[in-house]
C-alpha cells in the first residue's frame, strides 16, 4: 500500500467515524418531541397578552376609583361651601326673632335700619323666610303647635297663623315654622 493509499483509507475511517457519531446524535433528535419555531413565540405572546388584559384591567379599575374619589371629594366641598354656614344662620334665627319683636314693639328707624341690612346679609347667604300663612299645613315644612276651629269651610286645614317663622337655606329647611292651624 502506499501513502497516498493509506492517506485515503484513514480519510474514510474518519468520515465513517463521523458519521457513526452524528447518527446517534440524529437520532436522539428524532426521538425528541418535535416542536414547531412558532410554539414557544406564540405562548409567549398569549402570556404577554394575558398580562396586557390584567395591567388594563387593574389601570381601568384605578382610574375609576379615582374618579369616584375626585367626584366626591368635589360633592363634599360644594356641600361644605354651601351648606357650611348652618349652624351659625341657625344660630342667628333667635336674634332674628327678636328683632321682629322689636320692630312689632316699636318704630324705631334705626332699629329697622340694623334689621333689614342683617336681613339682607343673610339673604345674599342663603337664608330665606317660609311663607306659610294662608297655605294648605304641609307636615314637611311646618309644625302644628296648635288646632282651631275653621271660621269657614275653606279654611279647614289651611295654616291660619304663625308662632314662628320658617326658615330655608339654599331651599333646604333650616327651621320649620311653628303654625296654629283651622280644623
Avoid: C, W
Wanted: charged share 35%; net charge negative.
Amino acid at each position: 500500500m502506499s501513502n497516498k493509499e493509506k492517506h485515503t483509507e484513514k480519510e474514510k475511517e474518519t468520515k465513517e467515524e463521523k458519521i457513526e457519531q452524528q447518527e446517534p446524535l440524529q437520532q436522539s433528535e428524532a426521538d425528541a418531541p418535535q416542536e414547531s419555531p412558532e410554539t414557544p413565540e406564540a405562548d409567549k405572546v398569549q402570556e404577554m397578552g394575558t398580562k396586557l388584559a390584567d395591567l388594563n384591567d387593574k389601570y381601568l379599575r384605578l382610574y375609576s376609583e379615582y374618579e369616584n374619589y375626585r367626584k366626591r371629594t368635589n360633592q363634599e366641598k360644594a356641600d361644605l361651601l354651601i351648606n357650611g354656614s348652618r349652624d351659625m344662620m341657625k344660630a342667628i334665627l333667635p336674634v332674628i326673632d327678636d328683632f321682629e319683636r322689636a320692630l312689632a314693639a316699636t318704630s324705631d328707624e334705626g332699629v329697622t335700619l340694623i334689621y333689614n341690612k342683617m336681613l339682607k346679609i343673610l339673604e345674599q347667604k342663603g337664608l330665606k323666610a317660609m311663607e306659610v300663612k294662608g297655605e294648605k299645613f304641609d307636615e314637611n315644612l311646618h309644625e302644628a303647635i296648635t288646632r282651631i276651629p275653621a271660621a269657614e269651610e275653606s279654611q279647614k286645614g289651611l295654616v291660619v297663623d304663625v308662632v314662628e317663622k320658617g326658615y330655608y337655606l339654599n331651599d333646604k329647611v333650616l327651621r320649620y315654622a311653628k303654625v296654629v292651624v283651622a280644623f
